[in-house]
């Protein structure tokens, strides 16, 4: 068997995204070893679900800090003593400083429930509901400096529907949050995600993608 990719992964809640990971490491459709799961905080849902599969966890709690570099010094030290090859930030709701992302260069992935660059931040998808955008979705995406900035990986696109709350659409965003996430480690597991620029590569490419999603949809 090919060696597996390391990842280690910082979550803040009930860590779905993290359970999706778990699955796909189990079911085989990824290369990929979860070595460590780290919450910021004691009640996080993902902290159980790692435990469940016996998962090594730590949680570091962030307001055991008084600066931000220190709590995230202690996170870097605990994700290089689990041997980690890359960071997966599966809801982890804590900004991250520069020299974290010195210490894993491009080794530090996200989640956002948002088809970036359009809403980055919080409470995303109240926000693309109030602007009546008619699509929105998910990105994955390098970190970079800023906040939901760094060169995407792959997106998921969810219309936006008339009857829609916040939390419905939210809903249906996960559900390929859940899809597109193990799909983002596997391809840089196989070695095939390079960075240029804003750009990411993926060579060799993936198949080719439906030419285009018209909501609301045409008659006929
Ligand atoms: C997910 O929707 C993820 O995209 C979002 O938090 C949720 C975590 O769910 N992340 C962010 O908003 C990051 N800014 P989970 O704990 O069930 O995976």
């Known amino acids: 068997m090919s060696k597996l990719l390391r990842i280690g992964v910082l979550a803040s809640g009930g860590g779905t995204n993290l359970?999706?990971?778990?699955?796909?490491?189990?079911?085989?459709s990824l290369a990929a070893e979860i070595t460590?799961?780290?919450a910021n905080n004691p009640g996080a849902g993902a902290l159980?679900?790692?435990?469940?599969a016996g998962i090594p966890t730590l949680c570091i709690n962030h307001r055991d800090f008084s600066r931000r570099e220190d709590?995230?010094?202690?996170?870097?030290?605990?994700?290089?003593?689990?041997?980690v090859d890359l960071v997966v930030l599966a809801g982890f709701m804590r900004i991250i400083t520069p020299t974290f992302i010195a210490a894993f260069p491009e080794r530090v992935i996200n989640i956002h429930p948002a088809l970036l660059p359009a809403f980055p931040g919080l409470h995303v998808q109240q926000q693309a509901l109030d602007y009546g955008a008619r699509f929105s979705g998910c990105t994955v995406h390098f970190v970079d400096g800023g906040v939901d900035t760094g060169p995407i990986i792959i997106q998921a696109v969810v219309p936006v529907l008339p009857e829609d709350t916040a939390e419905a659409l939210a809903a249906r965003i996960l559900e390929q949050e859940h899809r597109i996430y193990p799909r983002a480690i596997q391809l840089i597991a196989e070695g095939r995600v390079s960075v240029d620029g804003r750009r990411v590569i993926i060579s060799p490419a993936c198949p080719a993608t439906p030419k285009a999603l018209v909501n609301p949809a045409t008659e006929g």
């Open 36 to 38: 460590v799961v780290i």
């Open 48 to 52: 159980e679900r790692a435990g469940n």
């Open 71 to 83: 709590f995230d010094s202690a996170v870097v030290e605990a994700l290089q003593d689990a041997g």
């Open 19 to 28: 359970q999706a990971i778990i699955d796909r490491c189990q079911d085989g």
